[in-house]
């Protein structure tokens, strides 16, 4: 059985879109998504670049992260409800992301020099060893692997949604944004479960090229966007609490 509906991890990838596209010709093809993250992948860095320039040149970006955050928040719901416009609202995810990932990047860097280098780079070689482990059936994705990290994901995200809202209260929760051995095996068990969700995106999309309709390419770009996204921003809150300990 699947949880709430959703098989995977990412919701662009639940059998609620697939089954619910229309027929085409054209099916999804593994060379439409790579071209279609790439260009995704572009918009964000094209913001987070412009995002680091003024904060550097000494403008208060906290807006510009705060608003881009929950502009790609909105998006994301739209999407899941509203599959037929993700190819227009991708890119406008992608571009409020970028600002997100801009504005806590050079937060990160003026107070640790080359730390979201180093995220990246994490985040990079993560990308690479679950596409190997996927691809050479080290790790197989079972309906049971599914269902533990889809239970993680959800935990995860609910305990950050209501962090979150906590914070407007002025409410902090220590083993979150504190730098205790708690809060950073959370931040060690929300990366690797952020990882793992790399191999259902992966499996996903190799069970559905060349059966989904052309344009169900944007909703698997999106999906892999959330989540190499999430695994960047996993990293980056790891390796700066590490940094503040150590």
Known sequence: MSLLGIKTSNPAF????????????SKMSLSGIILKSVTMLCL????????????????????????GMFVAIVISLV???????TKYLLPIYALAKGFFLGGISAYAHKRFPGLPLQAIGVTILT?????????????????????????????????????????FFDIRVPFIYGTSWVAIGFNIIAAIVASLSLLLDFDYIDRYVGK???????????????????????????????????
């Open 79 to 85: 999407i899941s409800f509203k599959q037929n416009l």
């Open 127 to 167: 990308f690479l060893v679950m596409l190997f482990l996927f691809l050479t059936k080290i790790i197989v994705v079972t309906k049971k692997f599914r269902a533990v990290v889809i239970t993680a994901s959800i935990t995860i995200f609910t305990i950050y949604i209501i962090t979150w809202i906590l914070s």
């Open 14 to 25: 639940s059998n609620y879109f697939w089954n619910n596209s229309k027929d085409s010709t």
């Open 212 to 246: 989904a309709p052309k344009d169900k390419e944007w909703l698997a770009t999106w999906g892999f966007l959330v989540t190499l996204i999430w695994l960047y921003v996993e990293v980056l809150r790891l390796l700066k609490k590490l940094a503040i300990r150590f």
């Open 44 to 67: 964000v860095g094209l913001t987070a670049a412009y995002t680091w320039k003024i904060f550097f040149a000494g403008t208060d970006v906290k807006w510009y992260t705060t608003i």
